[in-house]
C-alpha cells in the first residue's frame, strides 16, 4: 500500500511539474526589445493613430510558433511608452505589424518604444 501511494505521489508531482513547465512556455508573453522592432510609419487616420511596423525576431529558436501577440502602453508627462508583447500564437508568426490606437496620442508630444527594462527605449515619434 505505501508503495502504491508513493507512486500515485510520484506520478502527482510530475503531472503538477510539466503543467507549470508547459504554462510557462507556452502561456507566458514576454515584451519585445527595441532593438527587434523596426518602425515603417505612424499616420493618424480617420480619427485613429496607426503604428506599422516590421519585428526582426532572427536568431532566435523557439520550440513553439511565437510572434506579436500584442501591446501595453502607458502616458505619462505628454510622453507615451508603447510596449509589443510576443507569444505563442495560433497561426504563423507574422513579421509585420499594425496596432491602432483610437486618439491615444492627440495630447502626447513624444512616442516611444519600450522593451523588457526602462533602459530600453527607443524615440520613435515627436512633434
Known sequence: MKKVLL????????MIASAYYLYDIVGREEYISTYAIDIDEITHEAG???VR????????AFIFKQG???IDYRKE???FYLRLRYGVVSEEPAK????????ELDDINSVYLQGNSSEDVQLIWQK
Do not use: H, R
Open 48 to 50: 485613429e493613430w496607426v
Open 77 to 79: 508627462n505628454g510622453d
Open 7 to 14: 507512486i500515485i505521489s510520484i506520478l502527482c508531482s510530475a
Open 96 to 103: 509585420n505589424f499594425e496596432v491602432y490606437l483610437k486618439n
Open 68 to 70: 506579436f501577440s500584442g
Open 53 to 60: 511596423g516590421t519585428l526582426d525576431a532572427s536568431g532566435k
